[in-house]
């Protein structure tokens, strides 16, 4: 599917791609992740690997390809896959493998929405009917899943529903974190399509999260790219340890990236790196405990604040 015909559909594939990282679970699958796993066969992984030090996107997917040819029932592999090949543009490659992963694991909201997504951009433009039912498929699993949302949102538009599709985005809106990423270009397109076919929303649109002329939170790009920690050779040793000695490497990794914290508070990047690397290791406990002490460290700044229970929201930190 081209730039243009995404386009001519209403919507544009740069946000198509921002709606990649509406679903927090997908988000968190960081192709790092992906490698460790890939070649290693155990299920910890330490979460403060880099994208770039893991080396590039075709060693990652030739290695997801060889570990599912010997373990094909494996959905969480083949989910890693469809990211893999969405990230290189290979839409039909990426439907195939998210197809594979909701066979297997039909009742992960993620893995239908993801794959909604993938056939919206492997195909002729527009929300088809086989994206749409897969993004419904992710509705019934998961009511609150953004990127399924928006996209039967375009879909109502699309249909002439209007409205409809006005009040759907507007929701999106209500239920968004604070400072999200995707706000604006949501709020544009409900401007577009109110502007466009007269569709009243006075007194309807929930209030900027951010103040006019604040900075925009940017949590995402922390929250979900790539984090400093092991350097290439690092991970290549990592491939031949076993699953425990893989567990130790991470939490040595998030023990010295909470010293460091300790030494030098006021490094807001570096805080939501440790709630992720907590939440990565399924340690909730401290993922909460660091929440709070990134709060604690920046009190006097309500902007990062706001960045703090973004980021703890979109990674499904339990609350206090």
């Keep these: 599917m081209t730039k243009d015909s995404a386009v001519n559909k209403g919507f544009s594939l740069p946000f198509a791609r921002v709606a990649l990282i509406l679903a927090a679970l ?3 699958a960081a192709i790092a992740i992906a490698v460790i796993r890939s070649s290693s066969g155990g299920n910890e992984s330490p979460a403060t690997a880099t994208g770039p030090a893991a080396g590039d996107l075709s060693t990652v997917i030739s290695s997801l390809e060889k570990k599912l040819a010997e373990n094909p029932a ?3 592999r083949w989910n890693l896959l469809g990211l893999a090949y969405y990230n290189v543009g290979r839409y039909a490659d990426a439907v195939k493998a998210y197809g594979k992963a909701s066979t297997i694991n039909p009742k992960n909201a993620v893995y239908w929405s993801a794959l909604g997504e993938a056939q919206l951009l492997s195909g002729p433009g527009g929300v088809t009917p086989e994206a749409e039912a897969s993004f419904r498929k992710a509705l019934a699993l998961d009511p609150g899943d953004f990127r399924a949302r928006y996209f039967i949102a375009v879909k109502k538009d699309d249909s002439g529903d209007h409205k409809a599709a006005v009040e759907d985005l507007i929701g999106v ?4 974190p604070p400072g999200a990423s995707w ?3 949501v709020r544009d397109l409900i401007a577009r399509i109110s ?4 569709v009243d929303i006075a007194g309807r649109m929930p209030p900027p999260s951010v103040a006019q002329g604040a900075a925009p939170v940017q949590v995402d790009s922390v929250v979900t790219g790539g984090i400093p920690g092991p350097t290439a050779a690092d991970l290549k040793a990592a491939t031949a340890m076993t699953p425990s000695e893989q567990d130790d490497m991470a939490k040595g990794m998030v023990a010295r990236l909470a010293a460091r914290l300790q030494a030098n508070p006021r490094d807001a990047d570096r805080w939501i790196m440790l709630i992720r690397s907590r ?3 399924n340690d909730l406990a401290g993922a909460r405990s660091a929440v709070n002490g990134a709060k604690a460290a920046f009190r006097d700044d309500p902007q990062q604040q706001a960045r703090f229970e973004q980021a703890a929201q979109m990674l499904g930190v339990p609350g206090k």
């Design 173 to 176: 809106l209500r239920d968004s």
């Design 183 to 185: 706000e604006k270009p």
């Design 279 to 281: 939440m990565q290791l």
């Design 74 to 76: 494996d959905a969480e």
């Design 26 to 28: 997908v988000a968190l």
């Design 195 to 198: 502007t466009e076919h007269k």
